[in-house]
């Protein structure tokens, strides 16, 4: 299993690597235009969930960096300063009003303020940000294990999915305006390097990355990682939610599961 976990790994990061001088900070070598990069990253993108699930083994972790090899800021991608009224009102307020609700498929239901947060055990990871456009980043992430919430929570037996519900409002002329949203599977949820981040190469989270609570799948690609987290709720199905596709991007025709 970790054999070919690997080997996957290395194929994917070989392909990225040989069309690009350098892995390290943030990229997007060809713009608009076709790229090997992106073929890449769209075939991953289209290999099934169960087949990705079996070379992925529960507790491979995502490769992590060293300090030196962050080179440039986290690039901002996807919604980057949200209009919505009820987020303006708490960062106005530097978020001290906000409360991340955990509910859903749980024995006890949370509200945790960010200094409720801050206070838990946190894990401090550099990892490589892959967005499915082609571009990559390295920072460094620092946030509350996932895993540590679920488990004060207690997750219920029928519990599959963690959905992310976020604050920011995506415009779409056709459906009309819709919130982010992500899911993943428990398994990523209780995953070691799953966490609620709060922190960003040693600052607090900006508003363009996510802030106050965005969360990290180390081992999923870029548009997994839900910004902006207004709740939490545990699940046993994704149709009800959304346009019933685990995701905004989802919803539009990109894989849920988007490993890497
Ligand atoms: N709420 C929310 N989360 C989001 C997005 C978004 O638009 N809104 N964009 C996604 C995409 S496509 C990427 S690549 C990353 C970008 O994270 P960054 O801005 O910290 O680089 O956030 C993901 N999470
Ligand atoms: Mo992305």
Not at 34 to 60: F, I, P
Not at 236 to 253: A, F, P
Request: proline share 5%; hydrophobic share 35%; aromatic share 8%.
């Amino acid at each position: 299993m970790t054999r070919l976990a690997l080997t996957r790994r290395h194929f994917l990061t070989g392909a990225t690597l040989a069309s690009t001088a350098s892995l390290a900070g943030c990229f997007d070598p060809l713009g608009d235009r076709d790229s090997s990069v992106r073929n890449v990253l769209e075939t991953a993108n289209s290999l099934t969930y169960r087949a990705q699930r079996l070379l992925l083994g529960s507790d491979d972790l995502a490769r992590e960096y060293a300090e030196s090899e962050i080179r440039q800021p986290q690039r901002p991608n996807g919604s980057t300063n949200p209009r919505d009224a009820d987020y303006r009102d708490l960062a106005s307020r530097n978020f001290a009003d906000y409360r991340l609700k955990i509910s859903g498929l749980v024995e006890t239901p949370l509200e945790l303020s960010l200094d409720e947060l801050r206070a838990m055990p946190s894990r401090t990871q550099i990892t490589r940000h892959d967005c499915v456009e082609g571009w990559s980043c390295i920072a460094k992430w620092t946030g509350v294990p996932l895993a540590a919430l679920l488990r004060q929570a207690r997750v219920g037996p029928t519990a599959r999915f963690v959905l992310f519900e976020c604050f920011d409002t995506m415009e779409n002329g056709f459906t009309g305006p819709v919130k982010y949203y992500e899911s993943i599977d428990l398994r990523d949820a209780l995953h070691p390097q799953t966490i609620l981040a709060y922190g960003l190469n040693g600052e607090t989270l900006p508003v363009a990355n996510g802030a106050p609570l965005r969360v990290r799948v180390e081992r999923q690609l870029g548009y997994k990682m839900a910004k902006y987290i207004r709740s939490i709720v545990v699940i046993d199905d994704l149709s009800g939610h959304g346009g019933g596709n685990g995701g905004y991007w989802e919803d539009r025709g990109y894989e849920w599961f988007a490993g890497i």
